[in-house]
């Protein structure tokens, strides 16, 4: 199946500071999310992306889709981006869209 | 506001005794999904419902079964939980494909299982 790897996969910055996380996926695929699961195990979609680079307040990311990779950006980071990123990419069955999950970073944010 | 919902939060059960999660959305939705999150990993699909069609993955254990009795509920049954499936339930919703931005899957707060 699909390969799925993040780095890094533990991440300490201090407030304020800016980090890119980075998804890898192996075979090509028909979209890719990010997700922010907080330390009570929501999980948040941030980024609905098959290609391109969206932004959203402090959070923004970018997809190549050809070279199977993609980022996501976060500036003036805060105590509250603590917690787990996850990139899922999406392979359509035509019936539902089955995602599997990367790796994941973990990201604690010390004031 | 519209959302996925999962009950109970906790649930603690005892070594062989069947259990039942319950997953419901006020989203509409016609696709609704399980997953199972070990402990510092990643969230792994167990099956998922397009309306009332049932697709199994084929890697998750027999033990493991569920039920869609209409649009708006789902159910997750453990019929004999071992140690190994203590871990927590994530429930998400997605919507009809082909629609830009419509397949966004949205996750419930998910349950976390403790198997005694």
């Known amino acids: 199946g699909i390969q799925v790897e993040q780095s890094p996969p533990d991440l300490i910055l201090q407030e304020g500071a800016n980090s890119t996380l980075r998804c890898n996926f192996s075979?090509?695929?028909?979209?890719l999310q990010w997700f922010h699961q907080n330390p009570w195990g929501q999980l948040i979609n941030l980024f609905y992306i098959p290609s391109g680079t969206k932004q959203n307040g402090r959070l923004s990311a970018t997809t190549v889709a050809t070279e199977r990779y993609s980022l996501l950006y976060i500036s003036s980071s805060q105590t509250t981006d603590s917690g787990v990123y996850f990139c899922?990419?999406?392979?359509?069955?035509?019936?539902?869209?089955?995602?599997?999950f990367g790796t994941g970073t973990r990201l604690q944010v010390t004031l | 506001d519209a959302m996925v919902i999962q009950n109970p939060r906790y649930q603690v059960t005892q070594f062989g005794k069947p259990v039942t999660l319950s997953c419901s959305q006020t989203?509409?939705?016609?696709?609704m999904y399980w997953y199972q999150q070990k402990s510092s990993q990643a969230p792994k699909l167990l099956f998922h419902?397009?309306?009332?069609?049932?697709?199994n993955e084929a890697d998750t254990p027999d033990n493991f079964q569920s039920r869609r009795p209409n649009t708006s509920f789902c159910f997750l049954d453990i019929r004999s939980p071992g140690l190994g499936d203590a871990a927590m339930y994530l429930c998400?919703?997605?919507?009809?494909?082909?629609?830009?931005?419509?397949?966004?899957?949205?996750f419930g707060p998910g349950t976390r299982l403790l198997v005694l």
């Open positions: 419902y397009y309306d009332k069609d049932f697709n």
């Open positions: 989203l509409n939705h016609n696709v």
């Open positions: 998400a919703t997605s919507t009809l494909l082909g629609e830009i931005d419509q397949e966004t899957q949205y």
């Open positions: 075979d090509s695929v028909n979209n």
């Open positions: 899922a990419v999406e392979l359509n069955t035509g019936t539902a869209s089955k995602l599997t």
